[in-house]
């Protein structure tokens, strides 16, 4: 059965941040990459994400992802989608139980939301672009448009490149820092001039204290070091390779 890592255990609620181990990949995608968008086998994907359902007792076919596309949109689901019908959008919210909602990343921030009390979930992928346009605070509100109180939504980010291991170029410094002079904070000199250690998850974690929710956590996990457990979009090109396998975050409601 495949490796994950669950945090907090919260009533009728189950999540699970996966690893790459298991599944039925080969070669680059070597795991559990569940990632459609990859170059994959696109039967060794339907494995893996079948035995990621059985992990978490789902039916066949309620696991649902995006076609994620680094925005701030948030969608609701009242019903599991095919493949091909995934909306593009980079969040989702539901209130409907059996039904997994899970984000596909390989660097960027997996984050799931839970409100136990009104029975409402969310997941939303969580870039740099992203997180800066707001993805964070659209799910929080889809979840309030499904009855959520900010005060009792949990929040928990998972696996993803770290502090240390994420240089970036200067304009993207300017573009973060230009909205507001505070997120000078989550950056450091680079080793080359010009660049910068961005700290992603900060940021993220910043941006969900700011927006009110009951309670938040952060997983460990370096997606860029930790080679035998997650993919990398990162690692893979620093190594010219040609592709890259994504590892699901999952959140749903028990029935």
């Known amino acids: ?3 994950s890592s669950i945090i907090s255990n919260i009533h009728g609620v ?3 941040f996966f690893t790459r181990e298991g599944g039925h990949s080969t070669g680059l995608y070597t795991g559990l990459n569940c990632g459609p968008g990859s170059d994959d086998d696109p039967e060794s ?8 359902e059985q992990s978490l007792d789902l039916d066949t076919g309620s696991l649902v992802t995006l076609y994620q596309i680094h925005s701030p949109d948030a969608v ?3 019903a599991p989608w095919k493949h091909g019908d995934a909306p593009q959008a980079d969040a989702m919210v539901t209130d409907k139980p059996g039904i997994g909602l899970g984000i596909l990343t390989a660097d960027c921030v997996p984050v799931l939301f839970a409100d136990s009390t009104g029975g409402v979930i969310g997941a939303a992928h969580a870039g740099w672009k992203g997180a800066v346009g707001g993805v964070l605070e659209s799910t929080i509100e889809a979840m309030e ?3 959520s109180e900010r ?9 993803c490149i770290r502090f240390a291991s994420y240089e970036v170029a200067s304009d993207m410094r300017q573009q973060i820092v230009e909205l507001a002079e505070e997120n000078t904070q989550f950056f450091l000199p680079g080793d080359r001039d010009g660049h910068y250690q961005f700290d992603l998850t ?3 974690l910043t941006r969900l204290a700011k927006s009110g929710v009951g309670m938040i956590e952060d997983t460990a996990g370096d997606t860029y070091t930790d080679e035998d457990e997650y993919f990398s979009y990162r690692r893979m090109t620093h190594r010219n390779e040609s592709d890259y396998g994504r590892q699901i975050s999952v959140i749903l409601l028990d029935r």
């Open 1 to 3: 059965m495949p490796s």
């Open 14 to 16: 189950r999540h699970s």
């Open 45 to 52: 994907i339907m494995k893996n994400r079948a035995q990621v």
């Open 76 to 78: 609701h689901v009242t």
């Open 145 to 147: 448009e499904l009855g």
């Open 151 to 159: 005060s009792d939504i949990y929040a928990c980010t998972g696996p």
């Open 202 to 204: 900060g940021y993220v």
